[in-house]
């Protein structure tokens, strides 16, 4: 079963920039594409960025031009950059394999608040 550990989450000030990290276990993670998605309190869950294998890379319009996704695949690594963080981007991020969240690690938190 893959093991995905996200990290990275905390509390920022409106403006403010964090860093998600997802570590993954599989070792074919070169191979297949890379989700991050979210969850909101009382919301549900939300597709937030996708990355290929190649790096084919697409985001959801709520976070085009603020959120940047990478990867590294020698070091089976998934990144999320976050810029310009508003409250209504406050919620647990979670990375997986599937778009639909199937699979997905623990999540880290991220609250945005002055």
């Known amino acids: 079963q893959v093991q995905l550990v996200e990290s990275g989450g905390g509390l920022v000030q409106p403006g403010g920039s964090l860093r998600l990290s997802c570590a993954v276990s599989e070792s074919t993670f070169s191979l297949f594409t890379m989700n991050w998605l979210r969850q909101a309190p009382g919301k549900e869950l939300e597709w937030v960025s996708a990355i290929s294998g190649g790096g084919l890379i697409s985001y959801a319009e709520s976070v085009q031009g603020r959120f940047i996704i990478s990867r590294d695949n020698a070091k089976k690594t998934l990144y999320l950059q976050m810029n310009n963080l508003q409250s209504d981007d406050t919620a647990v991020y979670y990375c997986?394999?599937?778009?639909?969240?199937?699979?997905r690690g623990q999540g880290t938190q991220v609250i945005v608040s002055s």
């Open positions: 997986t394999k599937y778009r639909s969240g199937y699979g």
